[in-house]
């Protein structure tokens, strides 16, 4: 009868199962969900926290509900397909390809810990659609930077955005790296090596990152210490965050002219500028 209901309804009676098993915390312990989280928390110990919560986020989304109760052992590539398939369908063709290799990286674990004999995911290797052209941050050429460095000196807003961007065009970061960058960070600055070191926290890569720090990037440096006075942060400001937001630096660049001409992240792409 509460199948019949919930056929009548549009729900799966057996997807509404195994949603209620799952909230039970009774998931099998071969099945895929099972071997899954174990994983994750195997793994967790050398990603970032955000790294680890945006792939068990993309798992409970798209995969534990159509192969979390399965027996990892008895799934084939077909199931799989038709899981990213889904995905595919409502255009996240890059979140598909990421979570293949997450699944990949799944069964692999399920085969060393012998809950498993091979990976179907590796046979979806080029069955997945392509993933649209990749379109780089915009970026100015070579010949076209004098002019901007003319216009830059010349910036009539906030100096502290105006120093913030001489700061990425220095030291090729990106705006996140350098918008919550904490003075602990910068060391040895009236030494002869000074350099900035970027948590691993803060990285794409999540690994530290060592920058040296030239001359003029100092002088920057120094003027950013006035302004910043007392705060930990080198931008410090009256934000949810407690620093510059993320659009302060592109609507100075839209401010000076340069909108669809030139990113934040763009400057990673040109040639030093001083």
Known sequence: ?????????????????????????????????????????????RWVPAHSTRILRRLEHDIFPA?????????????VLETL??????GAVDVAKRLRQSCGAIFRYAIATGRAKRDPAADLKGALRAAPRVEHHAALKVRELPEFLARLENYDGEEQTLLALKLV???????GEARFAEWQEFQELEGTAP?????ATRMKASREHIVPLAPK??????????????SQYVFPARTKTGVISENTMIFA???LGYQSRQTVHGFRRSPPPF
């Open 1 to 45: 009868m509460a199948a019949r209901k919930l056929l009548a309804d549009g729900v799966d009676p057996n997807v509404a199962r195994k949603a209620l098993n799952r909230a039970a915390g009774s998931v099998p312990q071969r099945a895929f969900e099972s071997v899954a989280r174990e994983w994750l928390s195997n793994e967790q110990a």
């Open 67 to 79: 192969l979390g109760f399965r027996p990892i052992d008895e799934i084939e590539a077909s199931e």
């Open 85 to 90: 398939r889904a995905v595919e369908a409502r």
């Open 169 to 175: 065009l220095l030291t090729f970061v990106r705006s």
């Open 195 to 199: 350099v900035w070191r970027i948590p």
């Open 217 to 230: 990037t100092l002088s920057v440096l120094a003027r950013l210490r006035a302004i910043a006075r007392a």
């Open 253 to 255: 660049l839209y401010r």
